[in-house]
């Protein structure tokens, strides 16, 4: 069977390129294999039959011959172990995306999250503000391990990879903070991951997909 990916069918303007399923289209464009997109209207994800794909209702899901699983981060290691392009070469290379991956799920993005979301989701309450300089102090916490384990590196890992690719969307959150520039080494890192073209058709058959949804 062709690779099946679920995503939304269309989301407001200010998440268009930013839904999960970014990394599993960033990763199947770098493997360049096939897929085909469920595209989940209002409600879908509430399905039983969706349910029993993804438990959460979230995107996205995967399916292949192989398997059907949920979870961005356990996508991505799956298409890591069947795509030549992504392959880890030896065991250690393995170990060390896993770990990346997890550390760029687990470690990293809640913190951006917690310094992101607020003033998207509860814009103009009154403790927005007064929250930012801690949510920052966590960010400039872990951006600053992040930057020492990175050094002049190119990629996390021997060559790039998934744990960049998810990386780069975590710190994609980060692109128009001022907080990612006094990380020199990670907004270049950043800026290297996004001009690979795999990107750019990732981000183009994201779009396409809520092109198809527009609402009237
Ligand atoms: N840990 C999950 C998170 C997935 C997630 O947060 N997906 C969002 C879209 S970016 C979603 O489906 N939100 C709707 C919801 O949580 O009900 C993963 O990485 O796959």
Same mark, same amino acid.
């Given at each position: 069977?062709?690779?099946?990916?679920?995503?939304?069918? !269309?989301?407001?303007?200010?998440?268009?390129?930013?839904? /999960?399923?970014?990394?599993?289209?960033?990763?199947?464009?770098?493997?360049?294999?096939?897929? %085909?997109?469920?595209?989940?209207?209002?409600?879908?994800?509430?399905?039983?039959?969706?349910?029993?794909?993804?438990?959460?209702?979230?995107?996205?899901?995967?399916?292949?011959?192989?398997? #059907?699983?949920?979870?961005?981060?356990?996508?991505?290691?799956?298409?890591?172990? /069947?795509?030549?392009?992504?392959?880890?070469?030896?065991?250690?290379?393995?170990?060390?995306?896993?770990?990346?991956?997890?550390?760029?799920?687990?470690?990293?993005?809640?913190? #951006?999250?917690?310094? #992101?979301?607020?003033?998207?989701?509860?814009?103009?309450?009154? !403790?927005?503000?007064? !929250?930012?300089?801690?949510?920052?102090?966590?960010?400039?916490?872990?951006?600053?391990?992040?930057? %020492?384990?990175?050094?002049?590196?190119? !990629?996390?890992?021997?060559?790039?990879?998934?744990?960049? #690719?998810?990386?780069?969307?975590?710190?994609?959150?980060?692109?128009?903070?001022?907080?990612?520039?006094?990380?020199?080494?990670?907004?270049?890192? *950043? /800026?290297?991951? *996004?001009?690979?073209?795999?990107?750019?058709?990732?981000?183009?058959?994201?779009?396409?997909?809520?092109?198809?949804?527009?609402?009237?």
């Amino acid at each position: 069977m062709t690779i099946e990916i679920s995503a939304f069918a !269309w989301v407001p303007p200010f998440a268009q390129g930013y839904v /999960k399923d970014m990394r599993v289209r960033w990763a199947l464009a770098e493997a360049g294999l096939p897929y %085909n997109v469920r595209a989940l209207a209002d409600g879908d994800g509430n399905s039983a039959d969706y349910r029993a794909w993804q438990p959460f209702g979230q995107v996205p899901a995967f399916r292949d011959d192989d398997v #059907i699983l949920f979870e961005s981060g356990a996508i991505l290691l799956h298409i890591a172990r /069947k795509a030549e392009a992504l392959a880890p070469r030896d065991a250690q290379e393995a170990a060390q995306t896993e770990a990346w991956v997890f550390a760029a799920l687990n470690s990293i993005e809640p913190k #951006i999250d917690n310094l #992101i979301l607020p003033p998207i989701f509860y814009a103009g309450e009154a !403790w927005v503000d007064g !929250w930012r300089p801690h949510a920052e102090r966590l960010v400039r916490l872990r951006l600053t391990s992040l930057s %020492n384990a990175l050094g002049t590196r190119e !990629w996390l890992t021997g060559r790039f990879g998934v744990a960049d #690719i998810v990386m780069a969307t975590v710190l994609r959150g980060l692109e128009e903070d001022p907080i990612l520039a006094e990380f020199p080494n990670l907004a270049a890192y *950043l /800026k290297r991951c *996004l001009a690979r073209p795999s990107f750019a058709t990732a981000l183009a058959a994201q779009m396409e997909t809520f092109r198809q949804h527009e609402p009237a």
